[in-house]
């Protein structure tokens, strides 16, 4: 049995239990020496976030600390400030490589090595920069929510904040959430259809939202006027500075942490789907309707974003205070995300990991039900 601790808010408080969450900051440099010196250096990004985060979490193991979920907010500082330092960190980041490579550095960059180098800023702009807006989305302060929106606007799916907000968390596990992978739906039939359905679930949210006050959807608070503006700018600004090619290298890292993204999604709640209690009502979301993740040196990178559990348990709870859970609460993968994602890009692999465990959590949750299928096929009714 897991054995969970509980650390009070003046250890929360400490910087070096912070400083561990800045590892994100490492990835620059080795953005900058990729440009700077191509070669096998392109490869550095997502060798570090995909392979060395997944060695360092077989030697570093799970991290059971929760920490105290009363810990005052002005505790928190040193916690917040790697999400906000980062938004100006990729924008510089981003807009310099392309500068350079369509400039004073396209001499020495091959053709592969400069789509390497842009796959490696899109794992960046995925794994860090959508993240950390998913983190900062969900605040009250409206600075903290425009920065989110300055790193969704970097990788053209700033629509993910209204799908995130008034879609998933509302409608998680159910046939009303597109990103709630199906069970044996494999990530290549899943991305598609997440393509297609989360930007129309999110202007209707929307638009559904501004009805219910009275407004029509080209109301000037629709937020979708403000994402077409910034995604408007960032995509002027790459075409500014690295002409037609600087605007192909945007939209390729754009794709890139988009398709990051939907991996995350894909392995969060697969299979996982709320009990329907007939008529269109839906059981309260609880922490096993979400795979947990304790693993330790991958949740430093992500700001705990694997105890996913307790973020939809508790949806406003900054990630220094998201707890983990033990076995008996909710369901864990058996690795952290970066080694999870990998095999979701394989299905076979996935299926066999994962269909297992899938039929054990229904076993463990919901023996009473004896016909899954309209869970599979999400044919129940939508929420009302």
Known sequence: MTTLRTLPADKVAQIRRALPFWLSLVLVPLAVIGALHGGWTVLLLPLVTWYFFSILDAVLGLNLDNAD????EHKLTWYRAITLIWAPLQFGLLFWMI????GP?????????TLLLFFGMGVISGTVGINYSHELMHQKDRRERLLGDLLLSMVLYSHFRSEH????????GTPSDPVTARYNEGFYRFFPRVLRQSLLSAFRAERAFLARKGLPWHDRRNPFW???????VMLTLAALLGGWVGLGLFLWQAFVAIWQLELVNYIEHYGLTRRHLGGGK????????SWNASQKASNWLLINLQRHSDHHYKPDRRFP?????????APQLPYGYPIMTMAAMVPAIWRRVMNPRVRQWRKTYYPEITDWAPYNKALNPAPR
């Open 99 to 102: 500068w350079y490579v369509t």
């Open 321 to 329: 205070l998201l707890q983990t859970y033990a076995e008996d609460e």
């Open 69 to 72: 979920p009363a810990t005052e």
């Open 165 to 172: 907000l008034r879609v998933h968390h509302i409608h998680v």
């Open 226 to 232: 403000r994402y077409w503006a910034l995604q408007g």
């Open 282 to 289: 839906y059981e309260h979301v609880k922490p096993h309707h």
């Open 105 to 113: 550095g396209g001499a020495h960059l091959s053709v592969v090595e």
